[in-house]
């Protein structure tokens, strides 16, 4: 079987990762629980410590949906738990985060020297979590079957391992919500899983690809969240992921000279690596031109984008906020 090196990978293309092997058949049956109690259509009350949730799981086209609402004090609430799969895919909230194959007992590799030299939030709002092992946002699949939530309007939503299960959370960071509020709605995708409500007959056929799970799984995500797709779909160059810190003069240079020979570029975006610390757009580093110099490179369409979620640790940055 093809594997995935260990490390972060900063791009999220999955054609450049093998999942899965198909000839896989020894991944283990499992069991489910929604908010502790069993995994059964129709409609239930979970009550906790000041956490009161009202709750459906109903049937949909490739699984279950799981909706509510909740008051109280909500902290950290669990409402999925079931047998951890062997490998699963991993997903992080943000975009140059890990997206990689992952196994219960691995950790994140990698990316500790990136949270201490950033900030610990860098990959995740739930540091604490993250650092006892694999943590998945949003999602987390394998072949066969897909869990994950459809939103998060409120709540921050993540899988972690505990032992041999997968456990979901809604993390609502201590919050008080005096009214009902609507919980980020889970879904489970399953096609082969085994995973069935208490009473209901095992689905039959083979094993759905991770692919396919994803393609459901983001239709499902964009119809809850109103995602509209305009129709022109602008064409851009971005120096994030194939410079980033390794981004030199030249580069910009070069691009911008294709650009105008030819290539269709709409928009042409310029990231952090022109700064001489992340985080910091007032000094450029060195070998890189003053920015009123990059605005006069780029004819069409001029403006700069700054989005200073990051600060490097570094003397010269930390004294311009002094």
Known sequence: MDTVPPGVYFAKDFRRIILYDKSEK??????????????????????????????????????????????????????FRGTAPREFLLNNWQSWGPLQKMR?????????????????????????????????????AWPGCLVGFLSSRVAHPFFEIEGDELVGCLEYFDTVFDKPIPLEPLIILMNGSGWTPSGSPSPAGPESPVEELLEEYADLAAAENAV????????????????????????????????????????????????????DWLTTKDGFRPLPDLARLITRHRCVAFLPCHLKRTQAASSRLS
């Open 26 to 79: 020894d991944r283990p049956r499992p069991t489910v629980q929604i908010f502790g109690g069993d995994f059964a259509e129709g409609r239930r009350i979970f009550s906790s410590k000041g956490t009161n949730v009202e709750y459906t799981v109903e049937k949909c086209r490739t699984g279950f949906k799981v909706t509510g609402k909740a008051r109280g004090r909500l902290g950290r609430i669990e409402v």
């Open 104 to 140: 219960p007992g691995e950790g994140h590799q990698g990316i500790e020297e990136v949270m201490h030299t950033y900030s610990p939030y860098v990959f995740t709002p739930i540091p604490d979590v993250f650092k006892k092992g694999p943590v998945s946002d949003y999602f987390c």
């Open 228 to 279: 509209r797709i305009p129709a022109r779909n602008p064409v851009g160059w971005s120096s994030w992921y194939q410079y980033f810190s390794n981004l030199q003069w030249e580069d910009v240079e070069k691009n911008l000279r294709l650009a105008r020979e030819g290539f269709p570029f709409d928009v042409f975006q310029v990231d952090d690596g022109f700064e001489k610390d992340i985080g």
